[in-house]
């Protein structure tokens, strides 16, 4: 059982049984929280595997990503409660507008009641509704919990919820990556998990389960799924928010193009990906290098940067040729084009003779070059030199892919 089913039978149960958030008994007046690495999928998780058990129950689901204050959380949390136990829509505020209007209406001489005063009337007794809400055995997840407001104190954010659970013995769930926090909120935030949390659970998928729940979302042949996944293993990525992009607009490519070879998905899927990262295509078909020879196949972003020296893409391709398989990590490589360029400005003690620039201080701006461009450096290394992505494809379909890939046209 992989790690995303366990936790999904623990929180919700399976086969008849209820799971922990639905034994009140268990759950209620409790804190719990579920970690996990950046775009993992929690969210999605959360969304798609639990909250849909909580239907016609007293739920809210609040985002703290850009709440500057507890008072704004607080109200989201009222406004989400109150949604989730009137399903026949916002009918205190339709209801109170059409009254408010037809008073207007008939007594617009003496009119006592201004627009203001009404809607703190609404708002009075929808938070009366939320407030009877909250005490049915609630569940309030908080998501996005590392992407507050700087202006949210973490210890007054813990207090605040803290207090929601013990003053209506409601169940909470905090969603976050918890390893964001540095200096001194990581500690205050370890003390007060601590203190806090009843219950920790670690979200932590592997590519296969993550990809699984959601491909199951889209209607694409079983034949794509493990040329999709093969490519996605081959990059080296976990992201939830990426894979659906990848899906998504594999499905409105492959309906237009239905006889692509599995090199072509396979360029497709791996290409989406380094622009889903970088917002880069690399092209390598409008090339020009003529002092580096008519071998020479670095891609046109690299030939297009100004501040890019022929020592810099010369070192390049030079690994491409010389050390293929060498390389496994990011820091390799640049550590070695930095070696690469230092030795070549060693060969010469002249100045430019077109810039007058002295070979040091050349050197130096190169060296941060390389430190500027390395994930995109290093992402073209992979592609073109380890994974050999464009083999074995024409060059008007790489043309295509690319173009739909840039512009999200077909």
Same mark, same amino acid.
């Given at each position: 059982?992989?790690?995303?089913?366990?936790?999904?039978?623990?929180?919700?149960? %399976?086969?008849?049984?209820?799971?922990?958030?639905?034994?009140?008994?268990?759950?209620?007046?409790?804190?719990?929280?579920?970690?996990?690495?950046?775009?993992?999928?929690?969210?999605?998780?959360?969304?798609?595997?639990?909250?849909?058990?909580?239907?016609?129950?007293?739920?809210?689901?609040?985002?703290?990503?850009?709440?500057?204050?507890? %008072?704004?959380?607080?109200?989201?949390?009222?406004?989400?409660?109150?949604?989730?136990?009137?399903?026949?829509?916002?009918?205190?505020?339709?209801?109170?507008?059409?009254?408010?209007?037809?008073?207007?209406?008939?007594?617009?001489?003496?009119?006592?009641?201004?627009?203001?005063?009404?809607?703190?009337?609404?708002?009075?007794?929808?938070?009366?509704?939320?407030?009877?809400?909250?005490?049915?055995?609630?569940?309030?997840?908080?998501?996005?919990?590392?992407?507050?407001?700087?202006?949210?104190?973490?210890?007054?954010?813990?207090?605040?919820?803290?207090?929601?659970?013990?003053?209506?013995?409601?169940?909470?769930?905090?969603?976050?990556?918890?390893?964001?926090?540095?200096?001194?909120?990581?500690?205050?935030?370890?003390?007060?998990?601590?203190?806090?949390?009843?219950?920790?659970?670690?979200?932590?998928?592997?590519?296969?389960?993550?990809?699984?729940?959601?491909?199951?979302?889209?209607?694409?042949?079983?034949?794509?799924?493990?040329?999709?996944?093969?490519?996605?293993?081959?990059?080296?990525?976990?992201?939830?928010?990426?894979?659906?992009?990848?899906?998504?607009?594999?499905?409105?490519?492959?309906?237009?193009?239905?006889?692509?070879?599995?090199?072509?998905?396979?360029?497709?899927?791996?290409?989406?990906?380094?622009?889903?990262?970088?917002?880069?295509?690399?092209?390598?078909?409008?090339?020009?290098?003529?002092?580096?020879?008519?071998?020479?196949?670095?891609?046109?972003?690299?030939?297009?940067?100004?501040?890019?020296?022929?020592?810099?893409?010369?070192?390049?391709?030079?690994?491409?040729?010389?050390?293929?398989?060498?390389?496994?990590?990011?820091?390799?490589?640049?550590?070695?084009?930095?070696?690469?360029? %230092?030795?070549?400005?060693?060969?010469?003690?002249?100045?430019?003779?077109?810039?007058?620039?002295?070979?040091?201080?050349?050197?130096?701006?190169?060296?941060?070059?390389?430190?500027?461009?390395?994930?995109?450096?290093?992402?073209?290394?992979?592609?073109?030199?380890?994974?050999?992505?464009?083999?074995?494809?024409?060059?008007?379909?790489?043309?295509?892919?690319?173009?739909?890939?840039?512009?999200?046209?077909?």
């Amino acid at each position: 059982m992989s790690n995303i089913e366990k936790l999904q039978d623990y929180l919700v149960g %399976s086969d008849g049984s209820k799971g922990y958030l639905l034994d009140d008994k268990l759950s209620n007046g409790k804190i719990i929280m579920l970690s996990g690495p950046w775009g993992s999928g929690k969210t999605h998780f959360w969304k798609n595997e639990i909250e849909p058990k909580f239907k016609k129950k007293s739920y809210a689901y609040v985002s703290l990503y850009g709440k500057t204050s507890i %008072s704004s959380i607080e109200n989201d949390l009222y406004m989400q409660i109150y949604s989730s136990t009137n399903n026949e829509g916002d009918f205190i505020s339709k209801a109170s507008s059409t009254l408010i209007s037809t008073y207007a209406k008939v007594f617009k001489p003496l009119s006592i009641i201004d627009a203001e005063e009404s809607e703190k009337l609404i708002v009075a007794s929808k938070h009366k509704k939320a407030i009877a809400a909250l005490q049915k055995n609630a569940l309030i997840c908080f998501d996005d919990f590392e992407r507050k407001s700087k202006d949210v104190d973490l210890n007054d954010l813990f207090g605040f919820i803290t207090q929601l659970a013990l003053t209506f013995n409601c169940k909470i769930v905090l969603i976050l990556n918890s390893d964001v926090f540095d200096g001194k909120e990581k500690k205050l935030f370890a003390d007060l998990k601590e203190k806090s949390v009843s219950k920790f659970f670690k979200f932590n998928p592997n590519s296969e389960n993550l990809f699984e729940i959601i491909f199951n979302k889209y209607t694409l042949d079983e034949k794509h799924k493990t040329i999709i996944l093969n490519a996605i293993n081959e990059f080296g990525l976990l992201n939830a928010r990426i894979y659906e992009n990848i899906l998504e607009n594999f499905q409105e490519y492959i309906e237009k193009n239905p006889a692509m070879t599995n090199q072509e998905v396979r360029y497709f899927v791996l290409t989406l990906i380094n622009f889903n990262l970088l917002h880069i295509v690399f092209k390598f078909y409008d090339y020009s290098y003529p002092s580096l020879g008519n071998n020479f196949k670095l891609p046109t972003f690299f030939i297009d940067q100004k501040d890019l020296s022929v020592n810099l893409v010369n070192s390049l391709d030079r690994q491409s040729s010389q050390n293929r398989d060498k390389f496994k990590s990011h820091s390799e490589l640049i550590d070695i084009l930095k070696s690469l360029i %230092s030795s070549e400005y060693k060969t010469t003690n002249e100045p430019d003779k077109k810039t007058e620039t002295k070979p040091t201080e050349k050197l130096t701006e190169d060296l941060k070059i390389v430190d500027k461009y390395g994930d995109i450096i290093w992402s073209y290394w992979r592609l073109e030199t380890k994974l050999e992505y464009r083999k074995g494809i024409d060059e008007k379909s790489i043309r295509q892919m690319n173009d739909f890939i840039e512009t999200g046209i077909l």
